[in-house]
């Protein structure tokens, strides 16, 4: 029994580090990917998205009564040409891959985003 109620303890004290933040660094701005997110983040994949331009924050809501209703907060870091995207929340079982399906609809929407940069003016 005691070591029943140890381990108990353990996977107790474990279960934070799967809510553990991931983090992605995107080789643009962040006002640029903060435009990817917000693409990203519109429905059908999220319920609904609260999200702060000014401290470019937010949070998103997915899942439904069936699977369990589960929200990432975001948060964007960095200067200059880089920027790191920090996704936060709880761990979302093994059938689903929030954060990293998250990520991957930002990349994919940072395509749709125009560069920050203009193009070089031809000399004459």
């Known amino acids: 029994m005691k070591q029943f109620l140890i381990a108990l303890v353990l996977i107790a004290f474990a279960n934070p580090m799967f809510a553990k933040p991931k983090e992605q660094v995107f080789a643009a701005s962040c006002d640029r990917v903060w435009s990817a997110v917000k693409i990203a983040?519109?429905?059908?994949?999220?319920n609904?998205?609260?999200?702060d331009d000014a401290q470019k924050k937010g949070i998103v809501s997915t899942g439904n009564a069936v699977s369990g209703k589960r929200y990432l907060d975001i948060t964007l870091t960095g200067s200059g040409e880089t920027c790191t995207v920090a996704l936060g929340g709880n761990f979302?079982?093994?059938?689903?891959?929030?954060?990293?399906?998250l990520f991957k609809r930002i990349e994919d929407a940072l395509a749709q985003?125009?560069?920050?940069?203009?193009?070089?003016?031809p000399k004459n």
């Not at 125009?114 to 003016?121: L, V, Y």
């Open 41 to 46: 983040t519109a429905p059908p994949h999220y």
């Open 48 to 51: 609904f998205s609260q999200l």
């Open 92 to 101: 979302s079982g093994i059938t689903h891959n929030d954060k990293g399906d």
């Open 113 to 121: 985003v125009p560069s920050d940069k203009k193009p070089a003016e």
